[in-house]
């Protein structure tokens, strides 16, 4: 095959420009044959190139499509987790509203301290109390007030709220008693009463009775707390429902009253959003107290 020279090309292109020739027709019929197939070939090569690389990108878009998919649906950041949803609490016309606590827990003080406003506000429109987890996880200072605040509540209920604000501002049983003026006499009578009925200072003098071997048991609710699945303090339940409510007397409140068919009155009344310290005393809380029991075994 003969060659073509470089010079062939020079020479044909200063013919086209004065214009005598064309480019091929400038060249011998072999050599304009050969640069015809260059070019041909040229051409679709450079076709061939651009389209494997249109598939080629395609097809990589598609790969990185089709590969999110799966690790979306298993990378849990990529996702949306999936949560046990809190019990609905269903409404009433005089929601049944119980605070399950251990009277020395700190958490369960700063939740009565957050309660007792709102107990005040809607005693009159709500059935509201306090009970008791079904064991004690601060010895028997807490076994005694428990069954103490247990007998005020039952037989002198008008003297309980009073009993209960002096003692969540202060650890001094006595003087509340004195101050919410409450019948000791009467008091003592219930306290031995229920001690003798429930088993309660035997049972915490038993530690082969005590839960996981480490905290005694307290009785008196453990039917309700099994009903309930109360794990430890404060675990607040309106109409048989756990509810959520952080720890201050406006979140208390607006749990209760979103329990009644037809909220009353007193529910547009606005209770201080500010939590106390956990524990006794009135001190401000230094952030957001959070619901949830904060007291409590992890095994039971």
């Given at each position: 095959m003969r060659k073509v020279h470089f010079s062939y090309f020079i020479q044909s292109f200063n013919l086209m420009v004065e214009g005598k020739k064309t480019f091929f027709e400038s060249l011998e019929p072999k050599s304009a044959l050969l640069v015809g197939l260059v070019a041909g070939i040229l051409v679709i090569g450079t076709l061939g190139f651009v389209v494997m690389g249109v598939y080629a990108l395609k097809g990589s878009s598609a790969k990185a499509n089709n590969s999110n998919t799966p690790v979306a649906a298993n990378n849990p950041a990529a996702t949306t987790p999936t949560q046990t949803p809190a019990a609905t609490v269903t409404k009433s016309d005089r929601p049944?509203?119980?605070?399950?606590?251990?009277?020395?827990?700190?958490?369960?003080?700063?939740?009565?301290?957050?309660?007792?406003?709102?107990?005040?506000?809607?005693?009159?429109?709500?059935?509201?109390?306090v009970k008791f987890v079904d064991y004690s996880m601060h010895g028997l200072k807490e076994v005694e007030e428990n069954t103490r605040q247990y007998c005020i509540e039952k037989d002198q209920s008008d003297k309980y709220i009073p009993y209960l604000q002096c003692f969540t501002g202060k650890d001094d049983y006595a003087a509340c008693?004195?101050?919410?003026?409450?019948?000791?006499?009467?008091?003592?009578?219930?306290?031995?009463?229920?001690?003798?009925?429930?088993?309660?200072?035997?049972?915490?003098?038993?530690?082969?009775?005590?839960?996981?071997?480490?905290?005694?048991?307290?009785?008196?609710?453990?039917?309700?707390?099994?009903?309930?699945?109360?794990?430890?303090?404060?675990?607040?339940?309106?109409?048989?429902?756990?509810?959520?409510?952080?720890?201050?007397?406006?979140?208390?409140?607006?749990?209760?009253?979103?329990?009644?068919?037809?909220?009353?009155?007193?529910?547009?009344?606005?209770?201080?959003?500010?939590?106390?310290s956990a524990g006794f005393g009135t001190t401000a809380g230094t952030a957001a107290a959070s619901g949830g029991a904060g007291c409590a075994t992890p095994a039971q």
């Open positions: 049944k509203v119980e605070l399950f606590v251990m009277a020395y827990c700190p958490y369960g003080l700063q939740m009565e301290k957050a309660y007792l406003p709102a107990w005040s506000l809607l005693k009159n429109k709500a059935d509201i109390s008693l004195a101050s919410a003026g409450v019948n000791t006499k009467n008091l003592d009578s219930c306290v031995a009463s229920v001690n003798k009925q429930y088993g309660i200072i035997d049972k915490y003098n038993d530690q082969s009775t005590w839960v996981n071997g480490q905290y005694p048991q307290y009785p008196i609710y453990a039917d309700l707390n099994t009903q309930y699945g109360v794990q430890g303090s404060p675990t607040l339940i309106i109409n048989g429902a756990e509810a959520q409510a952080n720890r201050t007397p406006e979140d208390v409140k607006q749990a209760i009253c979103a329990s009644f068919t037809n909220p009353p009155s007193e529910c547009q009344t606005t209770l201080s959003n500010t939590p106390t």
